[in-house]
């Protein structure tokens, strides 16, 4: 059983970056796929990326491709999702999933999910 928290959200001005830290516990974090997803206010969860296992293959949401990256270190049992040029639309609560070892854009296809982070972005 794998718990997973988030962290580094906040309240940014547009263009500005922030960096979102998904930190696992209690499981061997290194052998799963990790998502990161998102969910804006009134809307349905979204796909934001994802990381293999290894970290040898990234996928990324056309909306934010070029702008985010994802990145896991497995020693720290932590994951990254940095984010630069932050848009208002970019606004929504941010979690981080794992589950298996290939990365998946279906948010049901995670068996463990971090409680999630705001992430605001002003215009």
């Known amino acids: 059983q794998v718990q997973l928290v988030e962290s580094g959200g906040g309240l940014v001005q547009a263009g500005d970056s922030l960096r979102l830290s998904c930190a696992a516990s209690g499981g061997t974090f290194s052998v799963y796929a990790v998502g990161w997803f998102r969910q804006p206010p009134g809307k349905e969860r979204e796909f934001v990326g994802g990381i293999s296992w290894n970290g040898a293959a990234k996928y990324y949401a056309d909306s934010v491709k070029g702008r985010f990256t994802i990145s896991r270190d497995n020693a720290k049992s932590t994951a990254y999702l940095q984010m630069n040029a932050l848009k208002p639309e970019d606004t929504a609560v941010y979690y981080c999933?794992?589950?298996?070892?290939?990365?998946?854009?279906?948010?049901?296809?995670?068996?463990?999910w971090g409680q999630g982070t705001q992430v605001t972005v002003s215009s």
């Open positions: 999933a794992a589950s298996g070892t290939l990365v998946r854009d279906s948010w049901s296809e995670y068996n463990y």
